[in-house]
């Protein structure tokens, strides 16, 4: 069984920053991509982030400039570090990844962490 677990959401004053983390756990044999998407009331779930295997990046277009995500490969662990936030911001951010299960070999799988609330205050 797989698990991703998020942390570090919170309340922050607008032009604040906040740092969350992904960790993933459990019977893992690889991991290709990893990333962030959030969902706003009353909107739909986009993508934030995300890094590949391989360190390439991809951010949408309304967090260049202001949100980076990294990796560390030993620790299977994803961090987005949210810098200039804004309310617009104002979100529940979700970890993704995309992992190769021992039990299922040959084929990654789509994995969600349980969601992590962000509150930009203006």
């Known amino acids: 069984q797989v698990q991703l677990v998020s942390s570090g959401g919170g309340l922050v004053q607008a032009g604040g920053s906040l740092r969350l983390s992904c960790v993933a756990s459990?019977?893992?044999?690889?991991?290709?991509?990893m990333g962030w998407y959030r969902q706003a009331q009353v909107k739909q779930r986009e993508l934030v982030a995300y890094?590949?295997?391989?360190?390439?990046?991809n951010y949408a277009d309304s967090v260049k400039g202001r949100f980076a995500i990294s990796r560390d490969y030993a620790k299977n662990t994803v961090y987005l570090q949210m810098n200039s936030l804004k309310p617009e911001d104002t979100a529940v951010y979700y970890c993704?990844?995309?992992?190769?299960?021992?039990?299922?070999?040959?084929?990654?799988?789509?994995?969600w962490g349980q969601g992590t609330l962000v509150t930009v205050s203006s």
């Open positions: 459990g019977s893992i044999l690889s991991i290709n991509r």
């Open positions: 993704n990844a995309e992992i190769l299960q021992r039990e299922v070999p040959g084929r990654y799988l789509e994995f």
């Open positions: 890094i590949t295997s391989g360190g390439s990046t």
